[in-house]
C-alpha cells in the first residue's frame, strides 16, 4: 500500500526537479489542481490514472521510485532498462533451510501425522523473509 503522506514528498521532488508549481504540474498532467493538492496533503491517495499520467509524462520518474522511494529518481536514460531494473535495490533473500534442519530447532508434536506442513515463510519488515521446506 502508498504511504500518502511519503508519496506526497515524492510528488513535491518531482516539482522541484521540473522547477513547477503545484498548479503547473497538474496543467502539465490534464488534472485538476485540487487533485495535486489533495494528494500533497496526504488527504487522498493518488488513482493508477494519476500514476501513469506522471509516468508517461515525465521519463526521469520511474514507476517503483514513484510508488515505493526505492530507486532512483531522477532515472539514469543512458542507462539501458535492465540496467535500471539491476539498480534498484530490491529486499535481500535469506537462505531456504529445510524443513528438518527447523524441525530440529523445535520438535514436532508427536500426533502431528494427519496434516504435513510443506513450507513456512516468515517475513520481515524490511522486506526480506525466511523461506522453510520440507
Known amino acids: 500500500m502508498v504511504n500518502s503522506q511519503e508519496f506526497g514528498q515524492r510528488i513535491k521532488k518531482i516539482q522541484e526537479y521540473y522547477q513547477l508549481s503545484a498548479s503547473g504540474l497538474a496543467d502539465t498532467l490534464g488534472i485538476q489542481r485540487s487533485t495535486i493538492s489533495h494528494i500533497l496533503s496526504g488527504r487522498n491517495k493518488p488513482s493508477l490514472d494519476f ?10 520518474v520511474e514507476l517503483y521510485w514513484l510508488l515505493n522511494g526505492k530507486g532512483n529518481f531522477p532515472v539514469d536514460t543512458t542507462l539501458s532498462p535492465d540496467q535500471q531494473r539491476a539498480a534498484i ?29 510443506e513450507r513456512i515463510v516468515i517475513f520481515y519488515t524490511d522486506g526480506s523473509f525466511k523461506s522453510f521446506s520440507n
Do not use: M, R, W
Not at 52 to 59: A, E, N, Q, R, V
Not at 95 to 104: C, G, P, V
Open 51 to 60: 500514476v501513469l499520467k506522471i509516468i508517461d509524462t515525465y521519463p526521469e
Open 89 to 117: 535495490s530490491k529486499p535481500a533473500v535469506q537462505k531456504t533451510i529445510s524443513f528438518k534442519e527447523a524441525s530440529s530447532k523445535t520438535p514436532l508434536p508427536e500426533n502431528s501425522s494427519e496434516k504435513k506442513i
